[in-house]
């Protein structure tokens, strides 16, 4: 285990097999944590963990499932850094998608986050640091992605009433909102035509006209995590599309 700004703290990163949480857990790792990554897919953890290195562990756990997330806190003494990554997406007009696919996404992206915070909670009895995930969507209005918008404002909402919540037991509470990342999410429901489409048109609207790296969320969350001072924000890492 090397030695950093994380030394001796307990990390839990949902989504930690790839794209985004993997990136964070990665991070994590090189600055001493012990780091524990969850997400459904077996093969993807033990993935993420060989390229965690560091002796991180992977839990087999579906978020929606609060029996799951239960089992992965469970073994854990403490906990002293939770990153919720797990999540996906989904895009459509509000008049083709089918009402039962919001539900799902909410089920895992959102009830997902706020079950690992119910576990979490307890385990942070001297203290600790909750990182959420919601997205630009959450502030940004984005055609064909009312669910995923819906979504990404209510956990920015969660974010803030813990963090004051939460503060008075030494536990704060921050959101990280990404803007466009490389990596998967987008890709979920979208025909590979309707991806770069999609693509050009939200590029048009960060001005750097680049989509941003899991690596850069990885960073603002070192900064969330060692920034004492940090409580109840919601940090944009969107290369500048929010400001527009
Ligand atoms: N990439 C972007 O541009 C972007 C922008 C804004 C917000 N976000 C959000 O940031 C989060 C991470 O995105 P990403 O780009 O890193 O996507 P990703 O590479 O697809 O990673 C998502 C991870 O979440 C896991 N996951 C999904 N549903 C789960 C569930 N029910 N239980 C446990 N694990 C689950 C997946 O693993 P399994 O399938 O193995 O479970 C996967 O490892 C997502 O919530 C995404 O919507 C992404």
Not at 74 to 86: F, G, N, Q, S
Not at 147 to 174: Q, T
Request: proline share 5%; glycine share 16%; aromatic share 4%.
């Amino acid at each position: 285990m090397p030695s950093g700004r994380l030394t001796g703290k307990v990390a839990v990163v949902t989504g930690g097999g790839s794209g985004i949480g993997l990136a964070i857990a990665k991070r994590f790792a090189e600055e001493g944590a012990s780091v524990v990554i969850a997400g459904r897919d077996r093969d993807r953890l033990e993935r993420g963990v060989a390229e965690i290195g560091h002796a991180a562990r992977g839990v087999t756990t579906d978020v929606s499932r609060d029996g799951d997330v239960a089992a992965l806190f469970a073994p854990l003494e403490r906990v002293d850094i939770l990153a919720t990554c797990a999540g996906g997406a989904h895009f459509g007009a509000i008049d083709e998608v089918e009402p039962g696919t919001w539900r799902e996404l909410f089920a895992g992206r959102f009830f997902g986050q706020m079950s690992a915070c119910h576990q979490a909670v307890p385990k942070m009895p001297g203290g600790g640091v909750i990182l959420l995930c919601s997205g630009v969507a959450g502030q940004a209005g984005l055609a064909n992605y009312s669910g995923g918008s819906a979504l990404c404002g209510a956990v920015n909402a969660l974010g803030r009433a813990l963090a004051v919540e939460l503060g008075p037991r030494g536990i704060r509470v921050n959101v990280l909102s990404p803007g466009l990342i490389a990596g998967t999410a987008i890709k979920s429901n979208l025909a590979p035509n309707e991806q770069a489409s999609f693509l050009s048109r939200t590029l048009e609207r960060i001005p750097m006209h680049r989509p941003g790296k899991p690596g850069d969320i990885a960073e603002a969350a070192m900064f969330l995590v060692t920034c004492e001072y940090a409580n109840g924000m919601v940090l944009d890492i969107d290369g500048g599309w929010t400001a527009g």
